[in-house]
């Protein structure tokens, strides 16, 4: 039995969309004549995945990260409970309001039901469902600890939207603040200092160098704004072609691990997601270098991904993980040191944890650190901006007498 995606039509015309699970899609055609409904299309969900990840575009019905985290903790919840998994899997797809998700869960307990396993069932959907996913389902069902597996998984999900919440929360703030400031500096050049300006407009007087650069400032961004606003775009997306390519991309990367604030908190923040990937790729009894393998590719900084990457290679050749990843030295000590206790203690997944926990708090603290200051400072930016403008406006008038004569 599988799920089907289907397009109908009822007898006043209108069109209908749902799911339905069926053998065939001729069975879900009759299903819905049974209910008075015209079928219009029915389509296999795995067929209309494959269809999505093949690139073909598509608009709205995407699962967010919150989304997975939810599904994540309702069938952690009700496979602990000892609902048998197919029961589970359909209960969680009626809980869900997202039409998408919906859809792939059915069609996730569709492959159970034929008799695979459930990492096999998330296999089809890779856009929605990680590797790292997969893997750790896929060791929880052969090791006979799926329940335990899923609540892992569940509290690593949570913590990773938590963390993603935690930053745009952190960024909104500082961004918003600087788009205003921004909006207020250029209306002001582009619509008030010309009104003001005009009063001088009749003397022939040499006017005060400040007061000469806000008129010529203010004329470019009337006459030339729209043009520099358009080589500005075209200069960023040549930038982002550029950063497109792995070996641009690496030096920027490397370039941000070197700067004051920006590299601790780069590198901090794809440690922590490192050392909580590793964690619970370990605690699931994943091996030790299809983790390593499975962790690197969290990791969104180039540099500290190849220096997972040879790190691997020496614990192929049978060296300590953390003595490993201490080569590079772009992993904080810290982290290294509760790696390395971790393994000579027979606890690495727990130690893992509480290096990932070690950054989480660090970064909070850092990111809490950076807002507070940040809109202080732009504030006062605004204010020195606004203090310029208003100075050069007024200058003149300071020496009308000379203007005068």
């Not at 959907?125 to 790292?132: A, D, G, K, L």
């Amino acid at each position: 039995m599988g799920a089907f995606q289907y397009t109908a039509l009822d007898a006043a015309g209108r069109e209908s969309r749902g799911i339905l699970e069926g053998d065939t899609p001729r069975q879900v055609r009759q299903l819905l004549r049974e209910k008075q409904l015209l079928p219009v299309t029915v389509t296999a969900v795995s067929e209309q995945e494959k269809t999505r990840t093949s690139g073909a575009l598509s608009f709205g019905g995407g699962v967010s990260a919150s989304d997975l985290a939810l599904f994540t903790r309702q069938l952690a919840t009700l496979v602990k409970a000892g609902l048998p998994l197919e029961e589970a899997l359909l209960a969680v797809s009626q809980q869900t309001e997202k039409p998408r998700l919906q859809s792939i869960v059915l069609g996730v307990r569709a492959k159970v039901m034929e008799g695979h396993t459930l990492a096999d069932g998330f296999a089809g959907f890779p856009r929605v469902f990680p590797e790292i996913y997969r893997a750790t389902v896929s060791a929880g069902e052969q090791a006979g600890h799926l329940d335990s597996v899923l609540e892992r998984l569940a509290d690593y999900t949570e913590s990773r939207e938590e963390i993603r919440q935690k930053v745009l929360g952190a960024m909104l703030y500082p961004i918003a603040l600087t788009v205003m400031c921004a909006l207020i500096v250029v209306g002001l050049m582009a619509y008030v200092v010309p009104k003001v300006v005009t009063v001088f407009e009749s003397s022939h007087a040499q006017l005060p160098f400040m007061t000469r650069a806000l008129i010529a400032v203010s004329g470019g961004l009337r006459h030339y704004g729209l043009y520099l606003l358009i080589v500005a775009v075209i200069a960023a997306w040549a930038l982002a072609r550029w950063l497109a390519q792995p070996g641009p991309r690496r030096r920027y990367h490397l370039l941000l691990l070197q700067l004051p604030i920006i590299g601790k908190l780069t590198r901090g923040f794809n440690t922590a997601r490192f050392t909580r990937t590793l964690s619970i790729l370990s605690a699931a009894s994943v091996p030790v270098l299809e983790a390593l393998r499975i962790a690197g590719e969290v990791v969104t900084n180039l540099p500290m991904r190849d220096a997972v990457e040879e790190a691997s290679l020496r614990v192929r050749e049978g060296a300590a993980i953390s003595r490993s990843l201490a080569v590079s030295r772009l992993f904080p000590p810290m982290t290294i040191h509760l790696i390395g206790s971790g393994e000579s203690s027979g606890e690495l997944d727990s130690m893992l944890e509480r290096a990932a926990i070690s950054q989480d708090r660090e970064l909070d603290a850092l990111l809490t650190a950076i807002v507070g200051l940040l809109g202080p400072g732009l504030i006062v930016l605004m204010g020195l901006f606004v203090m310029g403008i208003v100075f050069a406006m007024l200058l003149p008038i300071f020496q009308m007498n000379e203007l005068i004569r």
